[in-house]
């Protein structure tokens, strides 16, 4: 018995090919992927890399991801094939075959396409991997280096993942042909998606769960909070997304049928009944669609934008190629700017490094607890919860050093830029409990391209005061605290910095060396820290680097996932449509007009996960605004000319998907 049993596993995989097609390739790439980030993962010369544990730790994430997307991938084919396939499993039992004898021929089938699959893949995987290693090293900019990145716990672990994945598909077919007896396995193939019950009530909650997620989006106020919300956000969309697609749209199609000025016209009469039909019957997968579109085009426009702004993230944090920063811990501190100018004077002449720039400023920089209207408090040892905001804060002479604008001020009189705040220039300016008079409001930002201005980038509010001497009102503002660890407070700060024509290379050269050098001459004062551009670059590049190298890959699982549903999707609705064809014809129809209006309604039913969405997208592009703004120093006209790219691009692949996988849907409904 096993032997027929064995004939026919071998003969059904054969015969069903244009079903199990896709289903082998899109198991093999999710398979080869996920090869890849554990071949990464486990490759020991990366852990010798720069900032190679953080690109590790990153990969280990995004194989997380792909395993829980290779899973619902699987799944979702798997249980397509099988529906389609149940009228001939009912057929092998009514001719015969027991219960067990069916899940012995469905467990050998899903075994050979297993192994089919894991040898596909993993030799797709094998084939690849010292490519996007070497691709890796690129994005991180460091040296391209081809060599063998293969490590059998690598291969080990892909293969039990995946085992267990088709364990689970098996458990799950024997489940379902236990449980139908013959006569419905022969119908089962007939059924659509289950019909909703309380459509009204779903589309209300659905409206409700795509308000609340919208809101949510549109009305963050900083970054810092965005990205506290963003998941909670991304959940309810998803939601709202299924129940619109299976309550909602339906609704609205049977609103238009009650309008009999509508519904009565040759044009729309058979369209909107048959969409009402396919809605019932498509309604999860056009929304798995949707959400897989939507999360390819979040993580590009992210992953790219990131990537892009690389540059001028490093250019935001360090403005000078080698800066040294203390932090005041001493009421007078005088000799602090002019000792942190000379130590870099003597390890110039020290290391004999030709300069082309030096600067030294003081300044003071806090967080804002709480603002509203001309009043700002400032962030202290006491307070709770998170910051709304951050103040820099200059002296006259400082502010001409940094902008070359000469001012004069007088005591309790200051100058403004107050961003992402409404203040009035006409009332007095209040800073935690001290006034002082504005005499202007829109004075330069002058902390950018001067000292790193990270903290201005955290959040959306942020203000830039000017006053005569920026120490002597530090020192009388109850806040100030030298004896506090909390940086976030109003803190005063001393930077200097210098430019050099020196090498990358030369300069990370000197960090050890003039960290030494800054031991030896404040031996105590551990406040005083150092900074290299070159080595910020290095960071920044592997980390930027990786994170969008990792998204693209992750924009290859979830378009992979999308072009399986739009297959299958495709196929049933060409099968779907060969019996509507006749129909058609018969209730009086021509075969153009039969064509056109199946071509309408697929269309329709094929354009609304992509329009779906391009409006999720726009609805989160605020929030997608605030988080990219705490790693890249772009615009927002240029996260959204990136985001606008990255649409154009999903929109000519979505067509082109579509155009292609038509091919089958014409091809089954012409027969």
Same mark, same amino acid.
């Given at each position: 018995?096993f032997?027929?049993?064995?004939?026919?596993?071998?003969?059904?995989?054969?015969?069903n090919?244009?079903?199990?097609?896709?289903f082998?390739?899109?198991?093999?790439?999710?398979?080869?992927?996920?090869?890849?980030?554990?071949?990464?993962?486990?490759?020991?010369?990366?852990?010798?890399?720069?900032?190679?544990?953080?690109?590790?730790?990153?990969?280990?994430?995004?194989?997380?991801?792909?395993?829980?997307?290779?899973?619902?991938?699987?799944?979702?084919?798997?249980?397509?094939?099988?529906?389609?396939?149940?009228?001939?499993?009912?057929?092998?039992?009514?001719?015969?075959?027991?219960?067990?004898?069916?899940?012995?021929?469905?467990?050998?089938?899903l075994?050979?396409f297993?192994?089919?699959?894991?040898g596909?893949?993993?030799?797709?995987?094998?084939?690849?991997d010292?490519?996007?290693?070497?691709?890796?090293?690129?994005?991180?900019?460091?040296?391209?280096?081809?060599?063998?990145?293969?490590?059998?716990?690598?291969? $080990?672990?892909?293969?039990?993942?995946?085992?267990?994945?088709f364990?689970?598909?098996?458990?799950?077919?024997?489940?379902?042909?236990?449980?139908?007896?013959?006569?419905?396995?022969?119908?089962?193939?007939?059924?659509?998606?289950?019909?909703?019950r309380?459509l009204?009530?779903?589309?209300?909650?659905?409206?409700?769960?795509?308000?609340?997620g919208?809101?949510?989006?549109?009305?963050?106020?900083? /970054?810092?909070?965005?990205?506290?919300?963003?998941?909670?956000?991304?959940? $309810?969309?998803?939601a709202?997304?299924?129940?619109?697609?299976?309550?909602?749209?339906?609704?609205?199609?049977?609103?238009?049928k009650?309008?009999?000025?509508?519904?009565?016209?040759?044009?729309?009469?058979?369209?909107?009944?048959n969409?009402?039909?396919?809605?019932?019957?498509?309604?999860?997968?056009?929304?798995?669609?949707?959400?897989?579109?939507?999360?390819?085009l979040?993580?590009?426009?992210?992953?790219?934008?990131?990537?892009?702004?690389?540059?001028?993230?490093?250019?935001?944090?360090?403005?000078?190629?080698?800066?040294?920063?203390?932090?005041?811990?001493?009421?007078?501190?005088?000799?602090?700017?002019?000792?942190?100018?000379?130590?870099?004077?003597?390890?110039?002449?020290?290391?004999?490094m030709?300069?082309?720039?030096?600067?030294?400023?003081?300044?003071?920089?806090g967080?804002?607890?709480?603002?509203?209207g001309?009043?700002?408090?400032?962030y202290?040892?006491?307070?709770?919860?998170?910051?709304e905001?951050?103040?820099?804060?200059?002296?006259?002479?400082?502010?001409?050093?940094?902008?070359?604008?000469?001012?004069?001020?007088?005591?309790?009189e200051?100058?403004?830029?107050v961003?992402?705040?409404?203040?009035?220039?006409?009332?007095?300016?209040v800073?935690?409990?001290?006034?002082?008079?504005?005499?202007?409001?829109?004075v330069?930002?002058?902390?950018?391209?001067?000292?790193?201005?990270?903290?201005?980038?955290?959040?959306?509010?942020?203000?830039?005061?000017?006053?005569?001497?920026?120490?002597?009102?530090?020192?009388?503002?109850?806040?100030?605290?030298?004896?506090?660890?909390?940086?976030?407070? $109003?803190?005063?700060?001393?930077?200097?910095?210098?430019?050099?024509?020196?090498?990358?290379?030369?300069?990370?050269?000197?960090?050890?060396?003039?960290?030494?050098?800054?031991?030896?001459?404040f031996?105590?004062?551990?406040?005083?820290?150092?900074?290299?551009?070159?080595?910020?670059?290095?960071?920044?590049?592997?980390?930027?680097?990786?994170?969008?190298?990792?998204?693209?890959?992750?924009?290859?699982?979830?378009?992979?996932?999308?072009?399986?549903?739009?297959?299958y999707?495709?196929?049933?609705?060409?099968?779907?449509d060969?019996?509507?064809?006749?129909?058609?014809?018969?209730?009086?129809?021509d075969?153009?007009?039969?064509?056109?209006?199946?071509?309408?309604?697929?269309?329709?039913?094929?354009?609304?996960?992509?329009?779906c969405?391009?409006?999720?997208?726009?609805?989160?592009?605020?929030?997608?605004?605030?988080?990219?703004?705490?790693?890249? /120093?772009?615009?927002?006209?240029?996260?959204?000319?990136?985001?606008?790219g990255?649409?154009?691009?999903?929109?000519?692949?979505? $067509?082109?998907?579509?155009?292609?996988?038509?091919?089958?849907?014409?091809?089954?409904?012409?027969?």
């Amino acid at each position: 018995m096993f032997g027929l049993i064995r004939q026919l596993a071998v003969s059904n995989l054969l015969k069903n090919r244009s079903l199990y097609y896709p289903f082998v390739l899109a198991t093999s790439l999710t398979i080869a992927i996920f090869y890849i980030f554990m071949s990464l993962t486990f490759n020991p010369g990366l852990q010798e890399v720069y900032g190679g544990a953080q690109v590790i730790m990153i990969l280990g994430l995004g194989s997380f991801i792909v395993a829980v997307a290779s899973l619902a991938i699987i799944l979702y084919a798997n249980s397509f094939v099988m529906k389609n396939r149940t009228k001939e499993l009912g057929l092998y039992e009514i001719l015969g075959l027991n219960k067990g004898h069916l899940v012995q021929m469905v467990g050998l089938e899903l075994l050979l396409f297993g192994v089919m699959s894991t040898g596909l893949g993993l030799g797709l995987g094998l084939l690849l991997d010292q490519l996007i290693y070497a691709i890796l090293l690129k994005m991180m900019d460091w040296p391209v280096v081809l060599a063998s990145t293969f490590q059998w716990s690598s291969v $080990l672990a892909t293969m039990i993942l995946f085992a267990g994945i088709f364990f689970v598909t098996f458990l799950l077919n024997g489940v379902k042909l236990i449980r139908l007896k013959a006569l419905e396995l022969n119908k089962e193939s007939k059924k659509g998606e289950k019909k909703g019950r309380f459509l009204g009530l779903q589309t209300f909650l659905g409206l409700g769960l795509l308000g609340a997620g919208y809101y949510m989006a549109n009305t963050v106020k900083d /970054p810092v909070a965005a990205i506290s919300m963003f998941f909670i956000a991304v959940l $309810l969309v998803m939601a709202a997304t299924y129940l619109l697609f299976n309550a909602g749209i339906t609704v609205f199609l049977r609103f238009l049928k009650k309008r009999e000025n509508y519904y009565y016209q040759p044009k729309n009469f058979i369209s909107t009944s048959n969409l009402i039909f396919r809605m019932k019957k498509n309604a999860a997968g056009l929304a798995t669609i949707a959400i897989l579109s939507t999360m390819v085009l979040v993580t590009m426009a992210g992953g790219s934008s990131i990537y892009i702004g690389t540059n001028s993230f490093v250019e935001k944090s360090n403005p000078h190629d080698i800066a040294l920063l203390k932090l005041a811990k001493e009421p007078q501190d005088t000799t602090a700017l002019s000792d942190l100018s000379r130590l870099l004077d003597d390890f110039k002449e020290q290391e004999q490094m030709p300069t082309t720039k030096q600067v030294a400023y003081s300044y003071v920089m806090g967080s804002i607890a709480k603002m509203e209207g001309n009043t700002l408090i400032p962030y202290n040892a006491e307070t709770r919860g998170l910051p709304e905001g951050a103040i820099f804060m200059v002296g006259t002479g400082d502010y001409q050093a940094m902008t070359g604008e000469r001012v004069e001020l007088k005591e309790g009189e200051a100058m403004l830029r107050v961003e992402g705040h409404q203040i009035d220039k006409n009332q007095p300016f209040v800073l935690d409990g001290q006034a002082f008079q504005i005499i202007e409001e829109d004075v330069q930002n002058f902390i950018k391209g001067n000292v790193s201005d990270n903290l201005a980038g955290i959040f959306s509010k942020n203000v830039y005061m000017v006053v005569a001497d920026a120490e002597e009102v530090l020192k009388t503002l109850p806040s100030y605290d030298l004896t506090s660890d909390q940086l976030t407070g $109003l803190t005063q700060y001393y930077y200097a910095g210098l430019d050099t024509d020196l090498s990358l290379e030369r300069q990370l050269a000197l960090e050890e060396p003039l960290n030494a050098f800054i031991k030896e001459r404040f031996p105590e004062q551990i406040e005083v820290y150092s900074s290299f551009r070159a080595r910020n670059q290095k960071e920044i590049t592997t980390l930027f680097g990786s994170l969008f190298f990792i998204g693209m890959l992750l924009t290859v699982i979830f378009m992979l996932g999308t072009v399986l549903v739009i297959y299958y999707k495709q196929v049933s609705e060409g099968y779907e449509d060969r019996e509507n064809f006749v129909i058609l014809q018969k209730v009086g129809l021509d075969e153009d007009q039969a064509r056109q209006t199946i071509r309408k309604q697929v269309l329709v039913v094929f354009l609304l996960p992509l329009t779906c969405a391009f409006v999720h997208l726009t609805a989160a592009f605020q929030m997608l605004d605030k988080i990219l703004h705490l790693f890249v /120093p772009m615009s927002t006209l240029q996260i959204m000319q990136v985001t606008l790219g990255v649409c154009t691009i999903f929109l000519v692949v979505y $067509l082109a998907v579509f155009a292609i996988t038509s091919r089958s849907y014409r091809k089954i409904v012409s027969q």
